[in-house]
């Protein structure tokens, strides 16, 4: 194979820049909105502050204030969990708006309006309304000697304006990056979910579990009610100190509520569930593989109990539909059947750890290819630790953004990571995966995983669906 070479631009960059959509040759009216918000700061280089935020929000007339907000954060889960969630108020009748990021293949993606990516239009529109916002404090921090309003602060301003464009009736709002001073924590959430919290994003959350958990406990208000799956010791202390601070109940997976039985099904999982009313729920199917998207789910189905507050079940048959349209695009995807591919945005241990469960559980291949490509900033070794044991073969390839990994340094993780194991270098994605699909196809029970960033399963995706392997 030959020699590697780094991929090219990848997510939100670097510099600043504000104005109407409309800028690109060509462009659409979404991707005229994604061009101007990519000449700002990038989202992988939050600026831990938010008072710029409400300030930009305040003069767009605090659109964030115009319904009522679920906010999710935490480690790994926190976009299926999102999805879960939304699924669920969309079957109870509510208009809904979803707001979580990176996007895959699209940038509509990451706002949802009634489960569909919201309409080009709609987005150019919203984006309209802050231009003159953008400008007023852009150059009100440059007059302060800060940096003007990043891509990720932007983005989080510009969900709230569609949303309350929309308008939607309730709003469920992915955390971007910690908690405190995360974009997203200008909402006066009524209930904030937390998956599991664990190391990840250290240089900038912090070194320990703890002093990270802190952070993300900062997104608790007054008089709301916290909902969290189970966490490691040191997490939960620091969110039931935030609970009690904020006069906020404070709701527990294991303790409160809790996954009763999650059986292997056919395309998913079926699990029973006891609510935080109390209350056992009839079996439900769950589309989705894997114990962590039950306990997904599990959780969901609590904080869905959170907001409505009437301590009583969700209705049967609010469930049903609700789980039976729940998708969650980047895990475990199916984009390839002959032979098989499946993608999977997993970029740390922990959700390296839950992913090779879930293979290991769900699938009964005989040989799975490993098709890797990690971004500098993650914990590369221990991803692909994690990863070992359903690996047969691995090729690594370069993710398109110039802060992949360096495919060399790669090499040397992998290893020592999965030793015993062959191990190539590949140029590109698309060589990679030829290589791997060219390997599944000489013999039965053989198939490819693409694993270790978000960037990397978005473009996996996209080159499927032009490749017309028809399941993407």
Request: glycine share 10%; no cysteine; hydrophobic share 45%.
């Amino acid at each position: 194979m030959s020699p590697i070479i780094p991929g090219g631009a990848g997510a939100a960059g670097s510099g600043s820049g504000s104005g109407a959509a409309g800028s690109g040759s060509g462009a659409t009216p979404a991707e005229a909105v994604y061009e101007q918000l990519l000449e700002r700061v990038g989202e992988a280089n939050p600026r831990p502050r938010i008072e710029p935020v409400r300030r930009l929000a305040e003069l767009a007339g605090s659109p964030q204030l115009s319904y009522p907000v679920i906010q999710v954060a935490g480690t790994n889960g926190k976009t299926s969990t999102s999805r879960a969630i939304e699924s669920l108020m969309r079957a109870h009748g509510l208009r809904t708006g979803l707001f979580t990021s990176p996007h895959l293949v699209d940038f509509t993606e990451r706002f949802q309006i009634d489960g569909a990516p919201i309409a080009g239009s709609a987005l150019a529109e919203a984006w309209e309304e802050l231009s003159a916002p953008l400008a007023v404090v852009d150059a009100e921090l440059e007059a302060a000697g800060q940096g003007p309003i990043t891509f990720f602060e932007a983005l989080a301003v510009l969900a709230f304006t569609a949303f309350a464009d929309a308008p939607v009736e309730v709003a469920v709002v992915e955390v971007g990056m910690g908690g405190e001073w995360d974009a997203t924590n200008i909402a006066d959430a009524q209930v904030a979910v937390f998956t599991p919290i664990d190391l990840d994003h250290t240089a900038i959350l912090g070194p320990d579990i703890e002093t990270i958990a802190r952070t993300k406990a900062g997104i608790v208000k007054d008089g709301s009610t916290v909902v969290s799956a189970e966490q490691d010791p040191a997490a939960l202390a620091e969110l039931e100190a935030a609970a009690a601070e904020h006069g906020s109940r404070i709701v527990v997976q294991g303790r409160d509520f809790r996954l009763a039985e999650d059986r292997l099904a056919v395309g998913g999982r079926q699990i029973d569930v006891v609510g935080i009313t109390g209350a056992g729920y009839d079996p439900a199917f769950v589309p989705l593989f894997g114990r962590h998207q039950a306990e997904n789910v599990a959780l969901a189905m609590a904080a869905v109990e959170a907001f409505f507050g009437a301590e009583r079940p969700i209705p049967e048959e609010v469930l049903d539909e609700g789980l039976g349209q729940l998708t969650s695009p980047g895990r475990l995807q199916l984009i390839g059947s002959d032979p098989i591919v499946y993608v999977d945005a997993a970029h740390n241990p922990h959700g390296a750890a839950a992913l090779t469960r879930a293979v290991t559980e769900s699938f009964s291949f005989d040989e799975l290819a490993l098709v890797v490509g990690v971004l500098a900033e993650k914990d590369a070794e221990g991803l692909l630790a994690e990863l070992a044991p359903i690996a047969h073969r691995v090729i690594l390839t370069p993710v398109d953004s110039p802060r992949t990994l360096d495919p060399e340094a790669l090499l040397e993780v992998a290893e020592r990571a999965i030793p015993d194991t062959p191990i190539e270098l590949a140029g590109s994605l698309p060589e990679a995966l030829d290589e791997a699909r060219a390997w599944a196809g000489r013999s039965e029970g053989r198939a490819v995983l693409v694993v270790g960033s978000v960037v990397l399963a978005g473009e996996a995706i996209a080159f499927a669906r032009a490749e017309g392997w028809g399941t993407a």
